[in-house]
């Protein structure tokens, strides 16, 4: 279980997040090939992060909820 701090935590556009997956939420986590990489937060839908990971050399751009992200 989740403190609540964490799911408190506000994510600022350019800032380095980890992918960490919990899997209480599903309905809004990514995909499971995207598990420990490090991305960038370049926006905002909503309540959802965009983050931009890089998949070896190709740019992947993943919408997700704050469950999902942790700071770097």
């Known amino acids: 279980m989740k403190g609540l701090s964490s799911l408190l935590q506000d ?3 350019g800032q380095r997040v980890a992918i960490k997956i919990d899997p209480t939420r599903v309905g809004t986590a990514p995909h499971r090939r995207f598990q420990g ?4 937060i370049v926006g905002r839908r909503g309540s959802a992060y965009v983050v931009e990971v890089f ?16 700071p770097v």
Request: no cysteine.
């Open 11 to 13: 994510y600022e556009v």
């Open 37 to 40: 990489l490090t991305g960038t």
């Open 55 to 70: 998949l070896g050399d190709k740019r992947k751009t993943l919408i997700t909820e704050a469950e999902h992200l942790r």
